[in-house]
Protein backbone atom coordinates (compact mmCIF):
# COMPACT_ATOMS: atom_id res chain seq x y z
CA UNK A 1 0.00 0.00 0.00
CA UNK A 2 1.36 3.84 -0.72
CA UNK A 3 0.17 7.20 -1.35
CA UNK A 4 2.27 8.76 -3.84
CA UNK A 5 2.22 12.53 -5.25
CA UNK A 6 3.44 12.83 -8.76
CA UNK A 7 4.04 14.90 -11.08
CA UNK A 8 3.95 15.02 -14.75
CA UNK A 9 5.46 16.99 -17.56
CA UNK A 10 5.19 17.20 -20.97
CA UNK A 11 7.20 19.97 -23.29
CA UNK A 12 7.83 20.27 -26.75
CA UNK A 13 10.95 21.91 -28.38
CA UNK A 14 12.52 23.31 -31.55
CA UNK A 15 14.19 20.68 -33.71
CA UNK A 16 16.82 22.98 -35.22
CA UNK A 17 15.31 24.10 -38.13
CA UNK A 18 12.61 26.78 -39.28
CA UNK A 19 9.91 24.46 -37.84
CA UNK A 20 7.51 23.32 -40.81
CA UNK A 21 8.44 19.63 -40.60
CA UNK A 22 4.49 17.96 -39.29
CA UNK A 23 6.50 14.80 -38.28
CA UNK A 24 7.88 17.15 -35.18
CA UNK A 25 5.54 19.92 -35.03
CA UNK A 26 1.72 19.68 -34.26
CA UNK A 27 -0.72 20.47 -36.85
CA UNK A 28 -3.45 23.76 -34.57
CA UNK A 29 -6.73 22.63 -33.84
CA UNK A 30 -6.64 18.98 -33.36
CA UNK A 31 -5.98 17.46 -29.52
CA UNK A 32 -2.72 15.38 -29.34
CA UNK A 33 -2.12 13.05 -26.14
CA UNK A 34 0.88 13.75 -23.82
CA UNK A 35 1.14 10.43 -22.64
CA UNK A 36 1.35 8.73 -26.10
CA UNK A 37 0.91 11.39 -28.62
CA UNK A 38 3.84 11.54 -31.55
CA UNK A 39 5.29 14.98 -30.28
CA UNK A 40 7.27 16.24 -27.64
CA UNK A 41 8.55 14.11 -24.98
CA UNK A 42 6.18 11.77 -24.59
CA UNK A 43 6.89 8.84 -22.19
CA UNK A 44 8.81 6.11 -23.67
CA UNK A 45 7.18 2.79 -24.27
CA UNK A 46 3.76 2.19 -25.72
CA UNK A 47 1.05 3.26 -22.64
CA UNK A 48 -2.63 2.53 -22.43
CA UNK A 49 -2.78 4.96 -19.53
CA UNK A 50 -4.90 2.05 -17.49
CA UNK A 51 -5.39 2.68 -13.96
CA UNK A 52 -4.09 -0.84 -12.44
CA UNK A 53 -7.53 -2.85 -10.22
CA UNK A 54 -5.74 -1.94 -7.37
CA UNK A 55 -5.02 2.03 -7.98
CA UNK A 56 -7.49 4.82 -7.64
CA UNK A 57 -6.23 7.96 -8.84
CA UNK A 58 -6.71 11.63 -7.90
CA UNK A 59 -5.80 14.48 -10.32
CA UNK A 60 -5.08 17.54 -8.76
CA UNK A 61 -4.08 20.23 -11.12
CA UNK A 62 -3.62 20.66 -14.81
CA UNK A 63 -1.68 23.47 -15.66
CA UNK A 64 -0.14 24.67 -19.12
CA UNK A 65 1.83 27.31 -21.21
CA UNK A 66 -0.02 30.52 -21.98
CA UNK A 67 -0.48 32.26 -24.79
CA UNK A 68 -2.93 34.22 -26.69
CA UNK A 69 -1.90 36.12 -29.70
CA UNK A 70 -0.87 33.86 -33.09
CA UNK A 71 1.79 36.81 -33.05
CA UNK A 72 3.24 36.29 -29.42
CA UNK A 73 6.91 35.38 -30.14
CA UNK A 74 10.22 36.66 -29.96
CA UNK A 75 12.73 36.48 -32.15
CA UNK A 76 17.04 37.52 -31.93
CA UNK A 77 18.87 37.54 -34.97
CA UNK A 78 22.74 36.93 -35.21
CA UNK A 79 24.72 36.55 -38.03
CA UNK A 80 22.16 37.15 -40.69
CA UNK A 81 20.03 34.27 -39.09
CA UNK A 82 16.71 35.15 -36.88
CA UNK A 83 15.87 32.19 -34.28
CA UNK A 84 12.86 32.28 -32.47
CA UNK A 85 13.59 32.54 -28.99
CA UNK A 86 9.47 32.33 -27.51
CA UNK A 87 6.52 31.37 -28.31
CA UNK A 88 3.58 31.29 -25.97
CA UNK A 89 1.03 29.23 -27.48
CA UNK A 90 -3.02 29.13 -27.24
CA UNK A 91 -3.24 26.25 -25.56
CA UNK A 92 -5.76 24.11 -24.11
CA UNK A 93 -5.65 20.87 -21.76
CA UNK A 94 -8.49 18.26 -21.46
CA UNK A 95 -8.93 15.18 -19.41
CA UNK A 96 -10.29 11.82 -21.25
CA UNK A 97 -11.68 9.06 -19.04
CA UNK A 98 -12.64 6.19 -21.04
CA UNK A 99 -14.43 8.04 -24.31
CA UNK A 100 -15.63 10.90 -22.38
CA UNK A 101 -14.21 14.31 -22.18
CA UNK A 102 -14.29 16.39 -18.97
CA UNK A 103 -14.53 19.71 -20.69
CA UNK A 104 -16.93 19.46 -23.35
CA UNK A 105 -19.25 22.50 -24.51
CA UNK A 106 -23.08 22.32 -23.62
CA UNK A 107 -24.23 20.42 -26.38
CA UNK A 108 -22.32 17.38 -24.37
CA UNK A 109 -19.08 17.18 -27.18
CA UNK A 110 -15.70 17.66 -26.31
CA UNK A 111 -14.11 20.98 -25.68
CA UNK A 112 -10.83 22.20 -25.87
CA UNK A 113 -10.81 22.44 -21.73
CA UNK A 114 -8.94 24.58 -19.94
CA UNK A 115 -6.44 27.16 -21.45
CA UNK A 116 -3.29 27.70 -20.28
CA UNK A 117 -4.06 31.68 -19.79
CA UNK A 118 -6.32 30.61 -17.15
CA UNK A 119 -4.00 27.91 -15.84
CA UNK A 120 -0.13 28.64 -16.88
CA UNK A 121 2.47 26.59 -16.06
CA UNK A 122 4.72 27.90 -14.58
CA UNK A 123 2.48 29.89 -12.58
CA UNK A 124 3.25 34.32 -13.08
CA UNK A 125 4.69 36.23 -10.46
CA UNK A 126 1.89 38.71 -10.47
CA UNK A 127 -0.71 37.43 -7.83
CA UNK A 128 -4.12 36.19 -9.81
CA UNK A 129 -7.48 34.04 -9.04
CA UNK A 130 -5.90 31.34 -11.49
CA UNK A 131 -8.30 28.50 -12.26
CA UNK A 132 -8.36 25.49 -9.69
CA UNK A 133 -9.57 22.19 -10.51
CA UNK A 134 -11.94 21.38 -7.69
CA UNK A 135 -13.48 19.48 -6.86
CA UNK A 136 -10.42 17.30 -8.06
CA UNK A 137 -11.09 14.63 -10.90
CA UNK A 138 -11.40 10.33 -9.31
CA UNK A 139 -10.22 8.18 -11.70
CA UNK A 140 -11.46 4.43 -10.89
CA UNK A 141 -10.02 1.05 -11.44
CA UNK A 142 -9.93 -0.26 -15.29
CA UNK A 143 -10.17 3.29 -16.20
CA UNK A 144 -8.31 4.99 -18.87
CA UNK A 145 -6.93 8.36 -18.25
CA UNK A 146 -5.25 10.70 -21.05
CA UNK A 147 -4.48 13.77 -20.82
CA UNK A 148 -4.38 16.12 -24.33
CA UNK A 149 -3.57 19.55 -25.54
CA UNK A 150 -4.96 21.45 -28.55
CA UNK A 151 -2.53 24.50 -29.91
CA UNK A 152 -4.29 27.01 -31.56
CA UNK A 153 -1.50 28.93 -32.83
CA UNK A 154 0.21 27.56 -35.88
CA UNK A 155 3.81 26.91 -35.35
CA UNK A 156 4.17 26.00 -38.76
CA UNK A 157 2.17 28.45 -40.64
CA UNK A 158 3.95 30.95 -38.80
CA UNK A 159 7.36 29.59 -39.50
CA UNK A 160 6.50 29.81 -43.27
CA UNK A 161 6.18 33.58 -43.63
CA UNK A 162 10.01 33.51 -42.67
CA UNK A 163 9.29 35.16 -39.39
CA UNK A 164 12.53 33.11 -38.58
CA UNK A 165 15.55 30.95 -40.17
CA UNK A 166 15.49 28.14 -37.57
CA UNK A 167 14.06 27.28 -33.89
CA UNK A 168 16.77 26.33 -31.47
CA UNK A 169 16.40 22.63 -29.64
CA UNK A 170 16.26 25.23 -26.13
CA UNK A 171 13.29 27.13 -26.93
CA UNK A 172 10.19 25.68 -25.54
CA UNK A 173 6.99 26.24 -27.55
CA UNK A 174 4.63 24.54 -25.52
CA UNK A 175 4.17 22.52 -22.24
CA UNK A 176 1.79 20.71 -19.79
CA UNK A 177 1.80 19.95 -16.21
CA UNK A 178 -0.32 17.55 -14.31
CA UNK A 179 -0.13 16.51 -10.38
CA UNK A 180 -1.78 13.88 -9.34
CA UNK A 181 -2.12 11.59 -6.17
CA UNK A 182 -1.69 7.26 -6.76
CA UNK A 183 -3.25 5.95 -4.18
CA UNK A 184 -2.47 1.82 -4.13
CA UNK A 185 -3.32 -1.59 -2.17
CA UNK A 186 -5.29 -1.01 0.31
CA UNK A 187 -5.54 2.65 0.16
CA UNK A 188 -6.87 2.26 -3.24
CA UNK A 189 -9.93 0.07 -1.34
CA UNK A 190 -10.39 2.76 1.17
CA UNK A 191 -10.14 5.23 -1.55
CA UNK A 192 -13.11 3.85 -3.04
CA UNK A 193 -14.55 3.56 0.08
CA UNK A 194 -14.56 7.13 1.19
CA UNK A 195 -15.87 8.30 -2.27
CA UNK A 196 -18.96 5.81 -1.44
CA UNK A 197 -19.20 7.39 1.34
CA UNK A 198 -19.69 11.20 0.13
CA UNK A 199 -15.90 12.24 1.75
CA UNK A 200 -13.29 13.99 -0.49
CA UNK A 201 -10.26 11.81 -0.91
CA UNK A 202 -7.22 13.13 0.00
CA UNK A 203 -3.70 11.62 2.27
CA UNK A 204 -5.10 13.02 5.15
CA UNK A 205 -8.56 11.48 4.87
CA UNK A 206 -7.17 8.04 3.77
CA UNK A 207 -5.06 7.45 6.85
CA UNK A 208 -7.43 8.90 9.14
CA UNK A 209 -9.44 6.01 7.70
CA UNK A 210 -6.95 3.74 8.02
CA UNK A 211 -5.87 4.42 11.74
CA UNK A 212 -9.98 4.23 12.61
CA UNK A 213 -9.57 0.79 11.37
CA UNK A 214 -6.76 -0.26 13.31
CA UNK A 215 -8.17 1.46 16.26
CA UNK A 216 -11.19 -0.05 16.11
CA UNK A 217 -10.29 -3.86 15.11
CA UNK A 218 -12.72 -6.28 16.58
CA UNK A 219 -15.98 -4.48 17.06
CA UNK A 220 -19.12 -5.53 16.12
CA UNK A 221 -20.02 -2.53 13.41
CA UNK A 222 -23.45 -3.35 11.46
CA UNK A 223 -22.58 -0.14 8.78
CA UNK A 224 -19.85 2.54 7.68
CA UNK A 225 -21.50 4.59 9.39
CA UNK A 226 -19.62 4.75 12.78
CA UNK A 227 -16.62 5.60 10.05
CA UNK A 228 -18.85 8.15 7.81
CA UNK A 229 -19.39 10.03 11.42
CA UNK A 230 -15.72 9.98 12.76
CA UNK A 231 -14.40 11.07 9.58
CA UNK A 232 -16.53 13.64 9.24
CA UNK A 233 -15.76 14.80 13.08
CA UNK A 234 -12.00 14.34 11.70
CA UNK A 235 -12.53 16.43 8.49
CA UNK A 236 -14.26 19.22 10.22
CA UNK A 237 -11.07 19.75 12.26
CA UNK A 238 -8.54 19.87 10.09
CA UNK A 239 -10.94 22.65 8.55
CA UNK A 240 -11.21 24.41 11.75
CA UNK A 241 -7.37 24.03 12.47
CA UNK A 242 -6.90 25.53 8.88
CA UNK A 243 -8.87 28.44 9.68
CA UNK A 244 -6.83 29.44 12.71
CA UNK A 245 -3.55 29.23 10.16
CA UNK A 246 -5.25 31.13 8.01
CA UNK A 247 -5.29 28.46 5.36
CA UNK A 248 -8.55 27.31 4.57
CA UNK A 249 -10.25 26.99 1.15
CA UNK A 250 -13.84 27.80 2.25
CA UNK A 251 -14.89 26.78 -1.68
CA UNK A 252 -13.55 23.43 -0.61
CA UNK A 253 -15.72 21.53 2.30
CA UNK A 254 -18.21 24.55 1.96
CA UNK A 255 -18.48 27.20 5.20
CA UNK A 256 -20.25 25.10 7.68
CA UNK A 257 -17.52 24.13 9.53
CA UNK A 258 -18.20 24.90 13.07
Given at each position: MSIRKQLYTWELYGDGTQGTNPIVYPAAGIPYSILYGAFGNTQAGSQTGLVNEDQFVVIDKIASKPGISPTDFTTATDGGVTSLTSWNPNMFVNIVIDTTGYYQDPQNVFANGVSGTASPYPRQDQVMPYYDLWPPIYVLPDQTLDIRYTLNNDII???????????????????????????????????????????????????????????????????????????????????????????DRHHEYGSDVK
Open positions: ASAVPANWNVIPITTMLASVFVEYTNYSGTDAMMARKLMNLGIPITPSTVDSFRRLLLENKGLDTETFSFYLKTVEAERKREDKQKRMQGL
